[in-house]
């Protein structure tokens, strides 16, 4: 039973535009989310989380939407860059917990 | 620091055979775990040590796993009698205590095929 579900394995955007990524949990235990970025022959590396007690944050180019009656959270890019063409997991854990649960990923490629 | 390192990168076996991956961690990471990542999927949990003591495996290890960090510091994964489902991207990563989960650092994975 997987936990966390990302569903489009890839998502095609023009440079510039917004890039939204989803992800679904069935959790409701989770109380953090965080997102990774992938790229070829390379381990995950962290971008951005959120804890249960927000709904929304914010980095530079990059928003996480949080919304908990849904199980529902989304990472928004904008404006995507060349860069940006990786691999993205969603990633959720229970608090004091020790691992992570990870969805299957979204490619995102960013056309220029 | 360079961060995790693991090695080797590629490690191509025969069915059968023993293989051993290493990962060092950051320096001042006392907490290591391994993950496993297969096509098409997210990484799955399979062990998390706190200095040098185990405390957390995954059902996915089968006795055929086993892990070791030794003083705390870099750690082994040993495969015995590999099987073609252990093909996949063996990742490590560390982390402080106080960070827990939300602080991984990962290594750059080794990708094991048994043919």
């Known amino acids: 039973d997987q936990q966390v579900k990302q569903n489009s394995p890839s998502l095609s955007v023009q440079e510039g535009r917004i890039s939204i990524l989803n992800c679904d949990y069935t959790n409701s235990m989770f109380d953090y989310f965080l997102w990774y970025k992938k790229y070829p022959a390379e381990g995950p590396t962290f971008l951005i989380s959120i804890s249960s007690i927000k709904d929304k944050n914010e980095d530079g180019r990059f928003t996480v939407f949080l919304n908990k009656s849904a199980k529902h959270l989304s990472l928004h890019i904008v404006p995507s860059q060349p860069g940006d063409s990786a691999v993205y997991f969603c990633?959720?854990?229970?608090?004091?917990?020790?691992?992570?649960?990870w969805g299957a990923g979204t490619k995102l490629i960013i056309k220029p | 620091d360079t961060g995790v390192s693991q090695n080797p990168r590629h490690k191509i076996t025969k069915r059968g055979q023993n293989v051993t991956f290493r990962c060092d961690p950051i320096s001042e990471h006392n907490r290591l775990y391994w993950y496993r990542q297969t096509l098409g999927q997210g990484p799955e949990f399979l062990t998390y040590?706190?200095?040098?003591?185990?405390?957390?495996k995954s059902r996915l290890l089968s006795d055929r796993f086993s892990a070791e960090r030794p003083k705390g510091s870099f750690s082994t994964l040993e495969i015995q009698r590999t099987e073609q489902g252990d093909s996949a991207m063996y990742l490590c990563?560390?982390?402080?205590?106080?960070?827990?989960?939300?602080?991984?650092?990962f290594g750059s994975g080794t990708r094991l095929t048994v043919v």
């Open positions: 990563a560390s982390s402080s205590e106080t960070q827990g989960a939300y602080g991984y650092t």
């Open positions: 990633a959720a854990s229970a608090y004091s917990n020790y691992q992570l649960i």
């Open positions: 040590f706190q200095n040098e003591a185990q405390l957390e």
